[in-house]
């Protein structure tokens, strides 16, 4: 069987949430490209890290970013991350039968931090840290042993690189660079590096 590899990772610090995956996209020991990219602004608080099949975790995030931005616009104000969270449950359960191949971490800000986790078939278990993909047993193990609930935003993206690192040691599926995202109250930033 031909399994797409991946480790994406999410972490809630005092003021925010940086979620981050690696760059590397697989098809079973192919590897398919060094460069992609796995982490996806969904509004201007909320965003999300996806591992899986690409096309999947595209189509998936396109979609949610579509109807999020059309609910800003009937409501008038930013939605919260739990409403995107539920939306993409509801999108995933929609498609059980023909599931999409992702799991997904949703991140974001709306008053506190929040990430949610999702499986394909739309289940959604809300943490103060997660790991999805190939890699993420490798990097939960990093993440719980250093994890703590009032780090800086500094410290939550040492702690993001530093577990996907772990990951990509010991996971072929995983590597290539690290991207990052970081949402706060007041917006977004991206970082990309390269290992």
């Known amino acids: 069987?031909?399994?797409?590899?991946?480790?994406?990772?999410?972490?809630?610090?005092?003021?925010?949430?940086?979620?981050?995956?690696?760059?590397?996209?697989?098809?079973?020991?192919?590897?398919?490209?060094?460069?992609?990219?796995?982490?996806?602004?969904?509004?201007?608080?909320?965003?999300?890290?996806?591992?899986?099949?690409?096309?999947?975790?595209?189509?998936?995030?396109?979609?949610i970013t579509s109807y999020a931005k059309l609910r800003e616009l009937e409501l008038n104000?930013?939605?919260?991350?739990?409403?995107?969270?539920?939306?993409?449950?509801v999108v995933l359960f929609e498609m059980r039968y023909t599931p999409l191949l992702t799991q997904v971490i949703i991140g974001g800000v709306d008053g506190k931090p929040t990430i949610y986790v999702l499986d394909p078939l739309g289940s959604i278990i809300p943490d103060d840290y997660a790991t999805v993909g190939s890699g993420a047993e490798m990097a939960i193990g990093v993440?719980?042993?250093?994890?703590?609930?009032?780090m800086t935003e500094e410290q939550a993206k040492e702690l993001v690189v530093k577990a996907i690192r772990s990951a990509v040691q010991r996971d072929a599926a995983s590597g290539d660079g690290v991207d990052l995202l970081v949402l706060t109250q007041n917006g977004s930033k991206s970082e990309s590096m390269n290992f």
Request: glycine share 10%; charged share 20%.
């Open 1 to 63: 069987m031909y399994y797409p590899g991946a480790t994406a990772v999410g972490v809630t610090f005092k003021d925010g949430v940086v979620l981050g995956a690696e760059k590397r996209f697989t098809y079973g020991t192919f590897v398919v490209s060094r460069s992609g990219k796995k982490v996806f602004n969904i509004t201007d608080r909320v965003g999300a890290a996806c591992a899986g099949m690409v096309a999947d975790m595209q189509v998936l995030i396109r979609q």
């Open 143 to 150: 993440v719980e042993s250093e994890y703590t609930a009032n």
């Open 77 to 89: 104000r930013p939605i919260p991350p739990n409403s995107v969270a539920k939306l993409m449950s």
